[in-house]
């Protein structure tokens, strides 16, 4: 399925194509943004104007069957990710799925399923793979060596209550369980397990515990998790979302050092041994997907590389979520297609 150049169409142009994903599919070699949809239509058509897109629609059903569209990327909510997948898949089309891949474990299969009997490439927006950030994270750990062997993990991301979330009859859709398929753990945590499993492989055991301590919306406001990867390393997650001021680690321990550095933002790489301490910076691009995309248009145009961020790689990290949300899913009747 290789193309001379990727003509994209993006289904979903909200707030997450602004700054963060649109203008890479421009900016990067033999890729152009040449279509947008969104169901209100108005909105579609000054998302279009604002960033120089040829066409929009206010179907997405439109923008697929569109010609000069030969790539699709769905930046809808959860809820909508499988549907517009398999249409795009239906039509041939390599398709770019936003993060989390879908609403659960068993529509990310029902993705891959469909791809692999069409022989239609399918990718997930887990685009930290590709940031030079944690390129320089997994090139300190194992091509310097600079902690020994990884032995633990222990991750930790918790904030305050947002004020978006403090009016209860008008939500954001991030925690509506028939939209999101969960909560901010849902919306963020898959970043911080998917970059764990980019680094030491599949996590293969895990179990967790959720709750909801400030009941502001259905879904779960706290997490807490143990797991383990098929090299035997161990590691620990906690997510809370009710809580004082903000704190985003992960912290990696080896039998020569120790790592810390963050999910979210540019900060620092810290990293502990003999030697004594050292920082690293390495700052994030504007547009923060690009980097993905780039691989993802290398891949598809036929040049050297490939996209590290897969369906296959995206469905792991949706399955370890429902290890640790499928007993609160079932106490509050929350159930997908589990």
Known sequence: ???????????GCG???EVKSGPGFSKTPNSALMAVMRRDGEKARDYAERHGVPRWYDDAAKLIDD??????YVATPPSTHKEYALMSIAAGKP???EKPMAMDHAECEAIIHAGQQAKVPVFVAYYRRSLPRFQKVR????????????RIVNTVLYEPHH??????????????PEISGGGVFMDLGCHTLDILDWLFGPIVSVSGQASNQ?????????VAMSFQFGNGMLGTGLWNFDSFKRHDQIEVIGDKGRMAFATFGDGPIHVENMEGTHDYRVANPLHIQQPLIETIVAELTGHKGACPSTAESGARTSWVM????RDYRQETGQITSL
Not at 163 to 176: F, G, K, T
Not at 322 to 325: I, K, N, T, W
């Open 1 to 11: 399925m290789t193309k001379a150049a990727i003509r994209w169409g993006i289904i």
């Open 139 to 150: 090139e300190l750990i194992f091509g310097q060596l600079a902690i020994g062997k990884p």
């Open 322 to 325: 429902d290890q640790v949300l």
């Open 67 to 72: 010609p000069d569209v030969n790539a699709v």
């Open 163 to 176: 004020p978006r979330y403090q009016d209860p009859a008008n939500l954001p859709w991030h925690v509506r």
């Open 214 to 222: 400030l009941g502001a919306y259905p879904v779960e406001d706290g």
């Open 15 to 17: 707030n997450v194509t």
């Open 95 to 97: 398709v770019y799925i």
